[in-house]
């Protein structure tokens, strides 16, 4: 059975860093797709990164060259390094892959202050 556990959200202030961690169990990461995803209050769930088993990434528009994401395979764990932040990146993040049907994390709270 799948299981991805995210931990490393918090609150900082807007500027500031955070590196987000996604533990799995139950597959292999390596041989993954991961994705990050996150959701704010009020608003839809979107789509922030992912990374294929190739290595291949992929980051939405509002958070390129600010966000970066990565796996150590060691660990079987991905990562998402948050950078310059902003208000607007105040969500609830999520990791996920797909093995037959999708697979969530918990999710967690991440809170940029102005």
């Known amino acids: 059975q799948v299981q991805l556990v995210e931990s490393g959200g918090g609150l900082v202030q807007a500027g500031g860093s955070l590196r987000l961690s996604c533990a799995a169990s139950?597959?292999?990461?390596?041989?993954?797709?991961m994705a990050w995803h996150r959701q704010a209050p009020g608003k839809e769930r979107e789509l922030v990164a992912y990374?294929?088993?190739?290595?291949?990434?992929y980051y939405t528009d509002s958070v390129k060259g600010r966000f970066a994401i990565s796996r150590d395979n060691a660990k079987n764990t991905v990562y998402l390094q948050m950078n310059l932040l902003k208000p607007e990146d105040t969500a609830v993040y999520s990791c996920?892959?797909?093995?037959?049907?999708?697979?969530w994390g918990q999710g967690t709270q991440v809170t940029v202050s102005s």
């Open positions: 996920t892959t797909n093995k037959g049907r999708d697979y």
């Open positions: 139950g597959t292999i990461i390596s041989n993954s797709f």
């Open positions: 990374i294929t088993s190739a290595g291949i990434t």
